[in-house]
């Protein structure tokens, strides 16, 4: 095992916010090849920010986002295509294209960034949707389809051109604790079948107990990572009350309803 | 792990007697290494016809499973259809994997297609489409008219509010540019018409020819329809998200009526800026006019004369009628469509632009029946 080229994504040193408001300070992990890595936090803590900064739909105040060896910051014009297509990201919603049936979701990074032949991308896509367990769905409009079946059809879409990374926004939002569950061991199935290297934001207990190999916390107040670990090692050892708090479902004191200010209030 | 997701993919053919053929692929297969691979292994087996296939996947690593189709298409013949093909050493996962991927019917999944209906087929769902929209439109026209009334007698509960807020955004902001395409109409109207006159020495008549066509039907419709585009849109939009958002299920459940909450409002908003709009449209149209003249050294004086010789108190109360109607027209109709909008975000688009479509078809069917009607009172 070569240490240097285990690490697919390297995080340094990252700032990033939106207008006056900072919400990431001095962000800083590494991600190594085939491992599924959770970011967790609570709700407004910046997980979905610090994900749209690695992929490089923003750029961030500070610091340097690395994939695979390669600057994503500083890679411009063809090699920054290039570098996208290292990797794939499935949106919270699914983001399937309303107009397009399954099948066409699936295809069309196929027709943008291959010369395949016509049957070879039939049989890629007809591949794509077994591998995430839908086959036959292949003609129906996304509109027809369940949430569950949606994020399916996303994963398949962002694994279309067999990128090397995954990244996940909140992929059990909105779904029943069971099809929660298939989605976690599919991407499981995914990492070990195929080892695909996923980035996950979560806050779904479940999940992360599941499959995460690795989570940093980020902490709300100071937008830094509070910590980070294997989940059984944050779990069982660590001395962070947030930490503990996260993990035991557990509110923050002073947020029940006889304690908590109401914003308006005159003691506010 | 240790292998660069990279290496290229490379494959090795072995004829042996008895039509044995082995394939043993080695590297990282994915969808960019595979267009390659593919079409040399169908050069290289098509031609062996094997009677027996092996592929040693052994050194195989598949990146994100597009690999998976090629060996799919391997193991069931795809280029050696007389062959018994073996896939071996994958690892169990993956070996059952393709398994059962090899063993599902693709052609009848691939073929598994929407049925393309027949013409008398779609002839029939058409018209009933058709009736079931014309159903749709006489039932939210009585239920406007009911609400209409029903704000009359309870005018307390009626959000003006929310109808002052759409004045602004759908009348005040649509000043600017419903006066300047206005205006533009009238200088084009004049210069038009301004040759054919000349012949007969008859310029003056450019007075009467704007004044009006700008009171009696420039101004009305030209306002109706850059509404209709501008406003009706906005507004089969806006309805058309909040019931893909499920906003609209929201106010049912509380008890609300989403006619009476959100459609009320804007079809007064409608019927009250058309009007307003419209006064401007008339002005700026005739102002367009003007300078023509002006400009074909008429004095202000003789326009002015020659424009209230030829348009009349009625001519006004005609046109500012008209755009009553049509305010309605286009603001029902942009609920409406609203209203109906289906599932998804191109449900959204698609109910804009048949908000647009039928408010223009219907405000121009309107002033027809204005014309026809105003000409037979005449």
């Known amino acids: 095992m070569n240490g240097e080229s285990d690490i697919v994504i390297a995080v340094r040193h990252l700032a990033a916010g939106y207008g006056d408001r900072q919400i990431l300070r001095d962000i800083s992990f590494e991600v190594r090849r085939g491992e599924v890595f959770v970011i967790i936090g609570g709700s407004g803590s910046g997980k979905s920010t610090l994900l749209k900064h690695i992929i490089g739909l923003f750029p961030p105040r500070q610091g340097e986002v690395w994939i695979e060896g390669e600057n994503l910051l500083s890679a411009q014009g063809e090699a920054r295509t290039r570098l996208l297509r290292r990797f794939g990201v499935v949106y919270q919603s699914g983001a399937l294209f309303g107009s397009m049936t399954v099948a066409e979701n699936v295809r069309l990074p196929l027709d943008e960034f291959t010369d395949l032949p016509e049957v070879v991308k039939e049989h890629v896509v007809s591949a794509k949707l077994k591998v995430v367990g839908l086959t036959g769905a292949a003609h129906l409009m996304p509109a027809e389809l369940s949430g569950g079946m949606q994020k399916r059809v996303a994963i398949a879409r962002a694994m279309a051109l067999d990128p090397h990374i995954l990244f996940l926004d909140e992929p059990s939002a909105g779904l029943d604790p069971i099809t929660a569950a298939g989605l976690d061991a599919l991407i499981s199935q995914l990492s070990r079948y195929f080892g695909i290297t996923f980035v996950i934001v979560t806050h779904d207990l479940g999940s992360i107990n599941a499959i995460a190999d690795r989570v940093i916390m980020l902490d709300a107040q100071s937008g830094t990572i509070l910590a980070e670990g294997r989940p059984a090692e944050l779990r069982e050892h660590s001395a962070n009350p947030s930490v503990q708090r996260f993990f035991n479902r557990q509110a923050i004191p002073g947020q029940t309803m006889s304690e908590v200010k109401f914003y308006g209030s005159k003691d506010q | ?378």
Request: net charge neutral.
């Open chain 2, 1 to 378: 792990m240790t292998e660069s997701p990279t290496t290229a993919v490379q494959t090795e053919v072995q004829a042996q007697e008895g039509g044995r053929v082995t394939v043993v692929l080695r590297g990282a297969l994915d969808v960019q290494t595979m267009g390659g691979l593919w079409r040399e292994l169908e050069a290289r087996l098509r031609p062996l016809k094997a009677a027996a296939l092996e592929v040693d996947a052994t050194a195989l690593r598949l990146c994100g499973g597009g690999g998976l189709a090629l060996l799919r298409f391997l193991k069931t013949g795809g280029f050696t259809p007389m062959a018994k093909v073996t896939v071996r050493g994958l690892g169990e996962d993956l070996d059952q994997l393709l398994w059962l991927f090899a063993d599902e019917d693709s052609e009848a999944a691939a073929t598994e297609r929407r049925r393309t209906p027949s013409l008398p087929e779609e002839v029939g769902t058409s018209v009933r489409a058709s009736v079931r929209d014309l159903r749709e439109q006489i039932a939210f026209l009585g239920k406007m008219a009911a609400e209409l009334a029903g704000a009359m007698v309870h005018p307390e509960r009626f959000r003006w509010r929310e109808v002052k807020r759409l004045c602004i955004t759908a009348g005040a902001n649509a000043l600017p540019i419903v006066s300047l395409l206005s205006l533009l109409v009238g200088l084009m109207i004049g210069f038009e018409s301004a040759a054919p006159l000349a012949q007969f020495g008859a310029q003056i008549f450019i007075a009467n020819m704007v004044g009006f066509g700008a009171v009696r039907e420039l101004g009305p419709m030209m306002t109706a329809i850059m509404l209709a585009g501008r406003s009706g849109a906005a507004f089969a939009a806006e309805i058309g998200t909040m019931k893909v958002n499920e906003e609209l299920a929201a106010l049912t459940t509380m008890g609300l009526d989403p006619i009476r909450f959100l459609a009320l409002q804007r079809v007064t908003a409608g019927m009250i800026l058309t009007p307003l709009l419209t006064v401007y449209t008339m002005l700026a149209g005739m102002l367009g006019g003007t300078l023509v003249m002006l400009g074909l050294g008429f004095s202000i004086s003789e326009i002015y004369n020659q424009m209230t010789a030829s348009v009349h108190l009625h001519d006004i109360r005609f046109g500012l009628s008209k755009s009553i109607v049509f305010g309605a027209i286009f603001s029902g109709v942009g609920c409406l469509r609203g209203f109906q909008t289906g599932q998804g975000p191109i449900a959204v688009g698609v109910s804009a632009t048949r908000a647009v479509v039928s408010s223009i078809l219907l405000i121009i069917l309107a002033d027809t029946v204005f014309a026809a009607v105003g000409f037979l009172v005449s």
